[in-house]
T-cell receptor, first 118, second 112 residues
Framework: GAVVSQHPSWVICKSGTSVKIECRSL??????MFWYRQFPKQSLMLMAT?????????EQGVEKDKFLINHASLTLSTLTVTSAHPEDSSFYIC??????????????FGPGTRLTVL | RKEVEQDPGPFNVPEGATVAFNCTYS??????FFWYRQDCRKEPKLLMS???SGNEDGRFTAQLNRASQYISLLIRDSKLSDSATYLC?????????????FGRGTQLTVWP
């Protein structure tokens, strides 16, 4: 199946610093990528939809100035957590949307980035 | 009302057991349905798509009832390696095409 990579896989940073997470579709072009966040024992929560060449669409309650998304190419989207605080510690997962035949589209997930803010 | 509702479990079954998970969705216009599997501290991985006619993949059988907006997953002859959280997932339509709506997940533990 399609492959999506994320980098870094884990990061520990001090409160107040910014962290950039990269999401790449390795063997296909993705005009749309999604960013999710998952807290322990909870389901994935969609943060934003990233469209190549345009501004991201953020879900209600997600601060766009804090979570900066850049989808500069068809294979790369980045999420920057600015001025990170301990409450931003979470598992961040990206996915790339692949439109299939007969309407059978699906998403392929990156391996996730575990962020710990001290 | 949530887009996708799932029984969170947990389900604890012995090896070899048959277990069934259920899920309901609220948007009748949804067209694509999936079951994903998520292991602890890992990303979700597509287990199988769910088609209108129902479909089977080895020990896994998925069913869709559009009239009731109900999706199911049946696992036969459970293995220890089946222990995971199973996510019921439905796609968005119209302006939200491509967006997936996730259920909270059903936790399964298979014991020896």
């Amino acid at each position: 199946g399609a492959v999506v990579s994320q980098h870094p896989s884990w990061v520990i940073c001090k409160s107040g610093t910014s962290v950039k997470i990269e999401c790449r579709s390795l063997d296909f072009q993705a005009t749309t990528m999604f960013w999710y966040r998952q807290f322990p024992k909870q389901s994935l929560m969609l943060m934003a939809t990233s469209n190549e060449g345009s501004k991201a669409t953020y879900e209600q309650g997600v601060e766009k100035d804090k979570f900066l998304i850049n989808h500069a190419s068809l294979t790369l989207s980045t999420l920057t957590v600015t001025s990170a605080h301990p409450e931003d510690s979470s598992f961040y997962i990206c996915s790339a949307y692949l439109s299939g035949t007969s309407g059978r589209d699906t998403q392929y997930f990156g391996p996730g980035t575990r962020l710990t803010v001290l | 009302r949530k887009e996708v509702e799932q029984d969170p479990g947990p389900f604890n079954v012995p090896e070899g057991a048959t277990v069934a998970f259920n899920c309901t969705y609220s948007n009748s216009a949804s067209q694509s349905f999936f079951w994903y599997r998520q292991d602890c501290r890992k990303e979700p991985k597509l287990l199988m798509s769910v088609y209108s006619s129902g479909n089977e993949d080895g020990r896994f059988t998925a069913q869709l009832n559009r009239a009731s907006q109900y999706i199911s997953l049946l696992i036969r002859d459970s293995k220890l390696s089946d222990s995971a959280t199973y996510l019921c997932v439905v796609n968005g339509r119209g302006s939200t095409l491509g967006r997936l709506y996730f259920g909270r997940g059903t936790q399964l533990t298979v014991w020896p």
